[in-house]
């Protein structure tokens, strides 16, 4: 049920909107316009094309590097995602609802992890890859994803199971339901927002990771996008593939909207009225 | 119950869904395993030019090498520092996968110190070395030694709107004179932007004024020939007809910028032509070339050159054929290639008489008089530490003090030299 | 749940490992290795020149004016950025909470910055505002060379930054705002209560936590800012941040003792703002319920 909000608000929110619309989309208009750019026009000084031209996603399609390059993406975006959301919901789970002794002292040691600096961790994970054969391979990429998510994705949860009203479910008891009934039909759709979000932040470190992509892949085989992007050439040494480039970032930035469209009705939908009483 | 529903069904299926993607990937990637054949294949890591010239040059070589060995290219990013990086990273790690390494001449003293690349055994480096240009071969020698085959060159010519000037100027001093004069339209396009640019021209003026940086991995910096350099990068960056985006330009910015128009002069590569003539013909009618400017009248322009050189790793399992399939890939008909579809000047010096490469090249004239009196950067292990207390203490331009900055200068490079503390 | 304290004990410890696993696996080595190497003179070039040198490097490093610069500007983009995106996080979050007309719109649109490849959104931010090529001079009438001159690089670079990494702080705070009761707030605006009242009586403290959390780890990161300043200046106009410094000395100049130095001292700092976090939001104890009274 949406609240009744009196019709100025509706207005003052709407305008905030338009806003917010704008601020995020004219830079990746921008974009956009670059990518359909002639490479004789990108010094214009235009925002938008003189002419448009394709001949930026026609070079990046025509090299077999890059449609590896997206589904290799995809896979271990998806796979990080999907494993590091898991973990991370059973480590919150334990931090905030049991009581056991050394709590504060993993999550202390879960931020400390994430805050070494990445520069200096490539060089042994890149030895360390090569001797057990992770190298240039899909797990090789997923665990330091989970890794270096994993913080993140545990604080977040905790902090927001922290607010959930867990007792909630003893009331669906209470009322008739039975043991999973109750967990599926009131805890999830609580803990759902927080799940999700958590989700779209480890999904986007993976999608959006250059340095860990390019040092510890050296094929097609598990090469992704942002590091596939660093081997493209303009015709000559010394230019700067500013078209590829950004036709390669539009084309990659469709797979994330659409997880993005997927996923934010489960943020919010998980706050039904009535399912949350003060 | 309305108020508890959840699709938890739909959730299940996304889960689902990356799971199954993930075996049918591993699968199909697992089955397109090829069969281990019996003719060595030799790895070549290099930079995956755009017109495919290397490409071709491998399998080329592999043909012709009556089934001694197979030519396999391994594409390294584009950008020098990230290729030097990846390099760097694995021949360190002992990794024996590569074979043939594609090394931008900066690289040479460097790999060569920590024993990274093998120098070439005397008859194979006679055979490397005949008829190429001598800056290219002392670009690929360090310790006496040859330690890769001479491959492509390259340096930097002063291109100019034929349209707008009567006489070309030949010093700096003339040319900013001639640029303040054309007021708005005058530009001079040079690289000022904190990155080996800046250490390629610095190292050009200071050469064409008769000074080095470096003999014998001792620091040299004649005062008088630094102090004409420094001026000239000083009245530069301080005249008019300077670029607005000086401190951050590169190569490609001033291309872009005389492509746009306003700009008479530019000091470029020869990269330019083919862009400008492809990009902006009306600006490419009108372009003429000449050598780099002198720093005085009496001594002609010596200009850095640029390059590829090829060498063998040192942790290669095949590293007498490796030499064998370097010396082919830098053979005639490959540098010819190379030019004819890259745009990549040769080393040989006879190609620059060849009709076919002048006509890629019309000013291969004026490339080979540059290239034979080509000038060398600092060659030593440690010479991205040198350059990086050189950009580093030039930048910006505009607020060099000739005298002050010699001191400055000697001072950071000395403690470069001997690895000190961040620079 | 009735458990005794023992099963309970390994239950929790149960449901942490593999987290623990998968982190320690990755990060142990490399971070022990650092320590290790932080203490020795290694150039990766000279490999026979390996000596053991005690807190030389580190010496050398904090005597150092490149550092303290960099560090400087670490903080000064750090705290400029953070908390712009804090400010317009909420407001982000606001609306994607309460917008009826195009709510899909704006939710997904709010996101689809975070989702852009950091060295393309810098490279496209660059190229705005380059003077001889792009659209920002010619647009506003401007005209000045951004990136040449400090101050300018750094609102750009920071500019860069507050549109790509403020639909982070969004997304957390709007996950956050779903937990505030509507039941509350309604009651409250029966009660009279205007809208700035609702927000800074109920909303926020509801959301402390949260807010918290997005704020720790966003400041986390913005410290170790890297992919935008590399690509927009390459530290250049005095504008190096720390993680800069780490990888020139590192990968430039293939100074492993030095760099794993530096490395260890950004680590330091990190945790130094960690703990000011943690300690100033008691977030630990409001996580594990042991919260100070």
């Known amino acids: 049920m949406k609240p009744q909000l009196p019709r100025t608000d509706h207005l003052w929110w709407s305008a905030g909107s338009l806003l917010a619309v704008c601020y995020a989309l004219t830079p990746i208009a921008w974009i956009v316009s670059l990518s359909l750019k002639h490479p004789g026009d990108l010094g214009d000084n235009r925002f938008w094309p003189q002419r448009i031209t394709f001949e930026h996603y026609r070079a990046i399609f025509a090299d077999a590097q890059f ?176 078209g590829s480039i950004a036709a390669a970032a539009v084309v990659v930035t469709i797979p994330l909207v659409i997880v993005v469209l997927i996923f934010q009705r489960r943020i919010v939908a998980g706050l039904t009225a009535g399912a949350v009483k003060g | ?93 002992r990794d024996s996968d590569i074979d043939i390494v594609g090394m931008d001449v900066i690289w040479t003293a460097e ?109 040299v910096l004649d005062e008088d020939a630094t102090r004409e350099a420094l001026a000239i990068l000083q009245s530069i960056a301080r005249s008019p007809a300077a670029p607005a985006s000086l401190a951050t330009s590169r190569e490609d910015q001033s291309r872009l910028a005389f492509e746009a128009g306003d700009s008479t002069f530019m000091i470029n590569y020869t990269f330019v032509w083919p862009s400008a003539r492809e990009n902006a013909p009306e600006i490419a009618e ?126 950071e490079i000395e403690r470069a030299l001997h690895s000190e503390g961040l620079l | 749940m009735k458990l005794s304290s023992l099963s309970q004990q390994k239950l929790g410890w149960l449901l942490c490992t593999p987290a ?31 000596a053991f040198t005690g807190i030389d490097n580190y010496l050398s490093v904090l005597s150092s004016t490149v550092w303290w610069e960099a560090l400087l500007n670490t903080v000064i983009i750090t705290a400029v950025s953070v908390s712009m995106e804090l400010l317009l996080g909420m407001g982000f979050a606001l609306i994607m909470h309460r917008a009826i007309i195009g709510r899909r719109l704006v939710r997904s649109a709010v996101l689809v910055p975070y989702g852009i490849i950091t060295v393309v959104a810098a490279l496209i931010w660059k190229f705005a505002f380059l003077p001889d090529t792009g659209f920002v001079g010619n647009l506003t009438g401007i005209d000045i060379a951004w990136f040449s001159q400090r101050w300018s690089a750094f609102i750009i670079i920071i500019l860069t930054e507050i549109w790509k990494t403020t639909p982070f702080m969004a997304l957390l705070l709007l996950a956050g705002l779903t937990l505030v009761p509507e039941n509350l707030l309604r009651a409250a605006r029966v009660d009279g209560a205007g809208p700035w009242q609702r927000f800074t009586l109920i909303t926020l403290p509801i959301m402390k936590q949260t807010i918290a959390v997005a704020l720790l780890f966003r400041t986390l990161d913005a410290f170790r800012i890297f992919d935008t300043v590399f690509v927009q200046t390459r530290g250049a106009q005095n504008t190096e941040s720390v993680s800069i410094v780490g990888y020139h000395a590192l990968i430039s100049r293939l100074n492993l003792g030095l760099g794993s130095a530096v490395s260890i001292l950004i680590f330091l700092c990190v945790l130094f703002i960690a703990a000011a976090y943690i300690k100033g939001f008691d977030i630990a104890g409001a996580l594990t319920g042991k919260e100070k009274p």
């Not at chain 2, 395993?33 to 755009?50: C, G, N, V």
């Open chain 3, 20 to 50: 623990l696993v998968a982190m320690i696996a990755v990060t142990a080595y490399p971070i022990v290795y650092a320590c290790y190497l932080s203490l020795f003179r290694y150039d990766l070039r000279f490999p026979d020149k390996r």
């Open chain 2, 111 to 219: 790999f060569a110190e920590a024993g990274w690349i093998l120098p070439w055994p005397e008859k194979m480096a006679a055979e490397a070395t005949s008829g190429r240009l001598d800056s290219a071969i002392a670009s690929a020698s360090y310790d006496d030694r040859l330690q890769a085959a001479p491959f492509t060159t390259n340096t930097q010519l002063l291109w100019y709107r034929t349209d707008r000037i009567d006489s070309v100027p030949t010093t700096w001093e003339e040319l900013l004179k001639t640029a303040e004069s054309l007021g708005d339209q005058g530009t001079v396009q040079v690289q000022g932007a904190r990155y080996e640019g800046l250490t390629v021209f610095f190292n050009s003026l200071l050469s064409s004024a008769g000074g080095d940086i470096l003999k014998n991995h001792e620091m």
């Open chain 2, 286 to 411: 009108n372009m003429g070339w000449a050598r780099w400017p002198a720093v005085s009248e009496d001594r002609p322009s010596r200009v850095t050159i640029g390059g590829i050189n090829l060498g063998v790793a040192a942790y290669s399992d095949h590293s007498d054929l490796a030499f064998a399939a370097a010396s082919c890939l830098s053979s005639e008909a490959n540098q010819r290639l190379a030019a004819h579809k890259g745009g990549l000047p040769p080393t040989i010096t006879a190609l620059y008489h060849d009709e076919e490469v002048q006509k890629t090249f019309p000013f291969a004239d004026v490339l080979l008089e540059t290239l034979k009196d080509g000038s060398q950067r600092p060659q030593t292990p440690l010479y991205n530490d040198v350059s990086m207390a050189i950009s580093h203490t030039l930048h910006p331009l505009r607020a060099i003090e000739p005298q002050e900055d010699i001191d400055t200068l000697r001072r």
């Open chain 2, 1 to 93: 119950m309305r108020r508890y529903q959840t699709p938890a069904k739909r959730k299940t299926g996304y889960r689902l869904l990356p799971a199954a993607l993930f075996l049918l990937l591993a699968t199909a990637a697992g089955c397109s395993e090829e069969q281990s054949s019996p003719t060595p294949t030799l790895k070549w890591y290099i930079f995956d030019e755009p017109s495919g010239a290397f490409a071709d040059a491998a399998a080329d070589c592999s043909e012709n090498s009556g089934g001694r060995y197979r030519i396999d290219l391994v594409p390294l990013p584009t950008d020098a520092d990230q290729q030097r990086e990846q390099l760097v990273r694995r021949l360190a790690a």
């Open chain 1, 67 to 242: 449609p590896a390059a997206l589904m290799n993406s995809l896979g271990i975006a998806l796979i990080s995602t999907l494993l590091a959301v898991t973990i991370a919901m059973f480590a919150a789970y334990a931090v905030v609802r049991i009581n056991f002794s050394g709590r504060r002292l993993f999550l202390a040691l879960a931020l400390a992890i994430a805050m070494f600096p990445p520069v200096s961790i490539i060089g042994p994970l890149f030895n360390m890859w090569r001797l057990v054969g992770l190298y240039d391979t899909w797990p090789g990429l997923i665990l330091p994803y989970i890794t270096l998510t994993l913080p993140l994705a545990i604080w977040t949860l905790a902090a927001f199971f922290r607010e959930i009203p867990w007792d909630l479910d003893k009331a669906a008891r209470v009322d008739g339901a039975t043991a999973f009934q109750a967990f599926t039909k009131v805890i999830i759709p609580l803990v759902a927002p927080g799940v999700f979000s958590a989700a779209i932040l480890v999904f986007i470190f993976a999608w959006n990771d250059f340095l860990f992509a390019l040092s510890l892949t050296s094929t097609n085989d598990a090469r992704t996008v942002p590091a596939a992007i660093a081997f493209f050439t303009g015709s000559s040494r010394f230019e700067q593939p500013t």
